[in-house]
Structure formats: C-alpha cells, structure tokens
C-alpha cells in the first residue's frame, strides 16, 4: 500500500488539488466557484484534512458542521488516488466514527430514478447492484445509510441520494442504520 500523509486542511489546498474528471463539477460547482473566504471556512471546521502520496495532493475532505456539536454534512474533492484509495477510504471512516455529532449527512450522485418511483421504491432501485452509481457505493462503505433520493437536485438536475450516519450523541446508541 502506497504511504499516504494526512495532514490538517489549509484553505489553499483546495485551490492546489486536481480533481479526478467524475468531479469536475460537484453538486454544480466548478472549481473556480471556490473563493478564499469559503476555502477557510471549510480549513477552520473541527474535522477537516488533506490526504498526500509521494507529495501530491490526492484527497480533501470534512465535515462541515452546521449545528455546532450537533450535526454536519460531510464532503470531499478527490484527485486521482489509485491504490491510496483504501487508505483515504479508511481514514475517513475513521473520523466519521471518532465523530462527536449526534447525525452526519452526506449527498452523493446516483443513478435516474423513474419519476412514479418514490420514498423507500427509489432508494431501493437506486441501490441495487447493477444501478448503484461509484460514489453512492463508497459512500456505503464509509458507513452512511441511504435515506432518501434527491430528484433534479442542484444547480444541474442531476438525482443524488443524502445518505445519514447517527453517532453516540444521537440517542440510537451505535446503530448506524
């Protein structure tokens, strides 16, 4: 396994790190719509961190929390990792678990929903197997749950699925599902 360096998030880095093309645009956002003051405001969160192999800049991610304490939406700009992926994957779901916040929301592109498909029928059919779009799947694997499907969601009109984590501070004890 390649050896990867976390380190605490500097706003600059958010202007430093190339994208993979699945993330040319995330939830509508180009790059550029960055600007410095927002860089900081994701740096200056309680859990944010960039991920490094043999320099480069592979990985930014957080939890933006919105209700101090309490809860929080987590995100991610990924560059190209190849085999760094499994160690970016675990540390993530680390934090997530060392996590203080009651709940966790995190929103990933998935695949179209048929319109007349709703609530549990559209979480269902966006993940199954065959359907179940890279970033709905990793998003499993850092222990989200899926909750609900987000038709013509964002700027784009593209359908998302906002998975959920609950933490010790939820009342649900460690039951994540």
Do not use: N
């Amino acid at each position: 396994m390649p050896d990867v360096v976390f380190e605490r998030l500097r706003a600059g880095d958010l202007f430093e790190i190339e994208r993979q093309p699945s993330q040319a645009r995330v939830l509508g956002a180009e790059p550029g719509d960055i600007d410095w003051d927002t860089a900081e405001v994701l740096a200056g969160q309680p859990v944010a961190w960039a991920a490094r192999c043999e320099g480069r800049l592979i990985a930014l991610f957080g939890i933006g929390e919105h209700h101090e304490g309490r809860h929080g939406v987590a995100w991610s700009i990924l560059g190209e990792m190849g085999a760094a992926h499994l160690a970016v994957t675990r540390r993530i779901r680390g934090e997530l678990q060392g996590s203080r916040l009651a709940r966790v929301e995190l929103i990933a592109r998935a695949a179209e929903v048929p319109f007349t498909f709703q609530g549990d029928k559209a979480v269902e059919w966006v993940m199954r197997p065959a359907r179940i779009s890279p970033e709905c799947r990793w998003a499993v694997m850092l222990g989200f749950t899926p909750a609900h499907v987000l038709k013509r969601y964002g700027p784009d009109g593209d359908t998302h699925m906002l998975f959920e984590w609950f933490g010790p501070a939820s009342g649900r004890g460690t039951d994540h599902g």
